[in-house]
């Protein structure tokens, strides 16, 4: 699948996962019960937020043309032009 | 006299306010004397310190003070306004901000977001003011913000030992040194350790109360305060509210440097990822813990200042925790207000100085004038922000936020429609400036139940389109650069091609 195609399906998830959070607005109006001793409006929307979280992470990797995302947790050890001055050089 | 825990807390953190100036003057050495290398510190800031950064930056006083306030006085719907932010932050954030990053890197010297809306836009004049002047001004309340967060965290911490107006002044200056020192390196390398301090405080006082916490804390609650088992609030308020926010962060000012600043191109991604994960868990899922808890708690606070909930909590936990929790907290703040006055220095310095009073002073000049600027800048934030604005999430939402949801629909139309043009821009900013205006001063019914920033938004963007149709068709090359061209660019190749430029990596 090529990028604009990913846009446009990725558009159309953040559609959809708006409808399903406008759902949720209009159904907790009125009072949920408790599960495992949470209420249940407040389990829905951390089930639901994390969902989406995952969700658009995947579409975002794929959409960007899957970055490596090991850069955002180490520091990169190549591409830095020789000679130039950096924080570990000082 | 404070306690001896108080002491020692407030040691911990002069230690931290001393690092931060350590890590400012540190990356002074390897700032470059140029207005571009001092903002947005050319391009070369690699993705982690991107990631750090931009959590940095968006999480602040608001999250770690207002986040606990919000849910403790709105209950569920408070987590919704600021934890549905997710259904439109990570989209927007990766595709506008894949634009931002994409075309900063085709050889441009883009240091505010006006220059990136003035190269698309037909060198409008009429935009660099718009813009500069939504980004200082409704900046100015977001700073304010942050200079009140860290008063209060301090005044409250050390039992009124330090009084609000010794903590901002105190705070203010020493902020104000290290962003003038520092620059934008100063204040990224700032971020990524505030970044921690931020995360590690939530969890430690999330942690804590949960812990203490009876095992049915809930409907403990739920038979006292019914807000915690369903929504107080209109749907539509709630919804406009929430995909406002989220739609506004990329064009949150401070946020759009980031992409210029970023030197990787998994940095986009990071950013995305970082702001709604920190959503999720900063914003929904800690104040849930700790908001909620504290209306058992603290049932006091319902009269008084919800925001200081996780202050009380701080100051009920085992003394050793206080310093690092008493860094957290000022972390959070000076995290987003040094990334902000940093970020109204470079509207000052580029958009007014250099570009709209065509000063023809060198770079290297201008660059220290930077410093001046951005210093000067910190100081007026500070006193300013010595005034009482209120409830702290309250302003945010209301005055800054909206401000900056008017910059997105001249964004999107920059990069995926063709016919927008510099017509079409202006007289929507204008005509969104208009109505927020409106809205925020006279206090008026919005219809529909709308959140204050949902008709600014929607009046921009029809007049922009409106206004757009009915003029002239915008230069063929500019739209050619940034609607066709951009959408075939090779990632690797521009961090490849940018890579060469002789400016300092920090990677």
């Known amino acids: 699948m090529n990028k604009r195609s990913l846009g446009r399906l990725w558009v159309l998830i953040v559609l959809a996962i708006n409808v399903v959070f406008l759902a949720y607005l209009y159904t907790y109006q009125t009072a949920g019960g408790f599960v495992f001793g949470i209420p249940e409006a407040l389990l829905s929307l951390s089930v639901f937020v994390s969902g989406v979280v995952t969700i658009n992470s995947v579409m975002g990797w794929l959409y960007l043309g899957k970055p490596d995302l090991r850069e955002l947790f180490v520091p990169r050890s190549s591409g830095k032009p020789s000679g130039q001055p950096s924080m570990e050089d000082d | 006299m404070p306690s001896l825990w108080v002491s020692i807390g407030l040691g911990v953190t002069a230690v931290y306010l001393l690092a931060m ?18 903002f947005v510190a050319s391009g070369s800031l690699s993705s982690i310190v991107i990631f750090l950064t931009t959590v940095a930056s968006a999480f602040s006083a608001f999250t770690f ?23 439109t932050d990570m989209p927007i954030v990766i595709m506008l901000g894949g634009k931002i990053w994409k075309v900063s ?8 977001p006006s220059d990136l809306l003035c190269d698309r836009f037909d060198d409008s004049t009429g935009i660099r003011v718009i813009v500069a002047f939504i980004a200082v001004v409704f900046t100015f309340f977001y700073v ?23 903590a901002i002044v105190v705070i203010g200056l020493l902020l104000a040194a290290y962003i003038a020192i520092g620059g934008m390196r100063g204040v990224a390398y700032t971020d990524a350790l505030q970044a921690v301090l931020l995360w590690l405080g939530m969890i430690i006082v999330a942690g804590w109360v949960l812990t203490n916490a009876p095992t049915n804390m809930y409907q403990q609650i739920a038979s006292e305060a019914e807000r915690i088992t369903k929504l107080t609030m209109d749907p539509i308020y709630l919804y406009t509210a929430a995909a406002g926010f ?29 702001d709604s994960f920190s959503a999720v868990v900063l914003l929904t899922l800690f104040p849930a813990i700790i908001g909620f808890a504290g209306i058992l708690t603290f049932p006091e606070l319902s009269g008084g200042n919800p925001d200081t909930v996780i202050l009380e909590y701080i100051l009920a936990m085992p003394g050793p925790a206080l310093g690092v929790l008493m860094a957290a907290a000022l972390a959070a703040a000076m995290s987003t207000a040094d990334t902000m006055i940093l970020m109204m220095g470079s509207f000052v310095s580029r958009d007014i100085f250099q570009v709209l009073l065509e000063s023809d002073v060198s770079e290297e000049r201008l660059s220290t004038y930077s410093k001046v600027f951005s210093g000067l800048l910190a100081l007026g934030a500070l006193l300013v922000s010595l005034l009482d604005l ?11 936020i909206p401000g900056y949801l008017l910059l997105v629909p001249p964004a999107i139309a920059a990069f995926w429609w063709p016919r927008a043009n510099k017509h079409g821009v202006v007289a929507g ?31 921009t963007t029809v ?11 915008p230069p063929e090359d500019r739209v050619q650069e940034f609607v066709y061209d951009l959408r075939d660019r090779d990632p690797e190749q521009l961090e490849r091609a940018t890579s060469g430029t002789s400016v300092p990596a920090d990677d």
């Open chain 2, 21 to 38: 100036l350590y890590i400012s003057i540190y990356s002074s050495r390897i700032t470059v004397p140029t207005v571009s290398d001092y």
């Open chain 2, 65 to 87: 003070l207002g986040g606990g306030g919000i849910a403790y006085s709105l209950g569920i719907a408070g987590l919704v306004i600021v934890g549905g932010i997710v259904v």
């Open chain 2, 105 to 112: 890197k085709t050889g441009k010297d883009y240091v505010t």
């Open chain 2, 144 to 166: 304010t913000i942050q200079f009140t967060g860290m008063g209060l965290v301090l005044t409250v911490l050390t039992d009124g030992f330090i009084s609000r107006t010794e």
């Open chain 2, 246 to 274: 989220g739609l506004a962060i990329p064009t949150f000012p401070h946020i759009w440097q980031r992409y210029y600043s970023s030197s990787r191109h998994s940095a986009v991604w990071g950013m995305g990822f970082g």
């Open chain 2, 390 to 400: 209120g409830l702290l999430v309250t302003v945010a939402i209301d005055l800054a």
């Open chain 2, 429 to 459: 900013l204008l005509a969104g400036l208009a109505v927020v205006t409106y809205y925020t001063y006279t206090g008026a019914a919005i219809p529909l139940n709308m959140w204050i920033g949902a008709p600014g938004f929607l009046v």
């Open chain 2, 463 to 473: 007049v922009m389109v409106l206004v757009s149709l009915v003029t002239p068709e």
